[in-house]
């Protein structure tokens, strides 16, 4: 199985920082990487998908970039809604693994 | 309102069985690949397994740890997607979710991704 592995697995960080959350695959995934985004208590929601493509209705401040084995999720200016746990996962082999998430607190 | 909502989670025996639902509305199932990902209390989400659409052949994928015990199953006349799990062990305790698999093509190539997600049924699995 493809291992997926996200650092740092927590950050504080202030209203308005940019942040970056960095995803490393255990093989090449070209651009087969998807971020989440959950909240406490709530399912996941898709963010971004073939590692840059930003879905449907997410706001512009998060991008995604990277491709092979090394991924960063950037969010420009952290909102107050952004504290969450972010979680990246590859579909480059159908058998999807996540990495273990990040969990962004407020400073 | 598109949604998937699970339902039949629960307390069970090591060892026992369990089936949970997941009934889709506001969309129809019958073209989708599905997939379950669990969360364990506290911990990160695992991918269980998926089973694609009919047209597609409606074979199923599992991963390690619930290959042989789970079974993915689905009824398109019902909008219903189900996930059969035997021989259960307390490390199988989590929220499950079920989700759809998304597919976009971006420059000629299909990417997936999960999209619609239920809000999840707890299963404990303890004596």
């Known amino acids: 199985d493809i291992q997926m592995t996200q650092s740092p697995s927590s950050l504080s960080a202030s209203v308005g920082d940019r942040v970056t959350i960095s995803c490393r695959a255990s093989?090449?995934?070209?651009?087969?990487l998807n971020w989440y985004q959950q909240k406490p208590g709530k399912a996941p929601k898709l963010l971004i998908y073939a590692a840059s493509s930003l879905q449907s209705g997410v706001p512009s401040r998060f991008s995604g970039s990277g491709s092979g084995t090394d991924f960063t999720l950037t969010i420009s200016s952290l909102q107050p809604e952004d504290f969450a746990t972010y979680f990246c996962?590859?579909?480059?082999?159908?058998?999807?693994?996540f990495g273990q998430g990040t969990k962004l607190e407020i400073k | 309102e598109v949604q998937l909502v699970e339902s039949g989670g629960g307390l069970v025996k090591p060892g026992g069985s369990l089936r949970i639902s997941c009934a889709a509305s506001?969309?129809?199932?019958?073209?989708?690949?599905m997939s379950w990902v669990r969360q364990a209390p506290g911990k990160g989400l695992e991918w269980v397994g998926h089973i694609k659409s009919k047209t597609d052949g409606g074979t199923t994928d599992y991963a390690a740890p619930v290959k042989g015990r789970f079974t993915i199953s689905r009824d398109d006349s019902k909008n219903t997607l189900y996930l059969q799990m035997n021989s259960l062990k307390t490390e199988d305790t989590a929220v499950y979710y079920c989700?759809?698999?998304?597919?976009?093509?971006?420059?000629?190539?299909?990417?997936?991704?999960?999209?619609?997600w239920g809000q999840g049924t707890m299963v404990t699995v303890s004596s």
């Open positions: 996962q590859q579909s480059y082999s159908n058998l999807y693994t």
């Open positions: 093989q090449s995934i070209s651009t087969f």
């Open positions: 989700t759809t698999v998304w597919t976009e093509i971006v420059v000629v190539v299909a990417y997936d991704a999960f999209d619609i």
């Open positions: 506001g969309f129809t199932l019958i073209n989708a690949w």
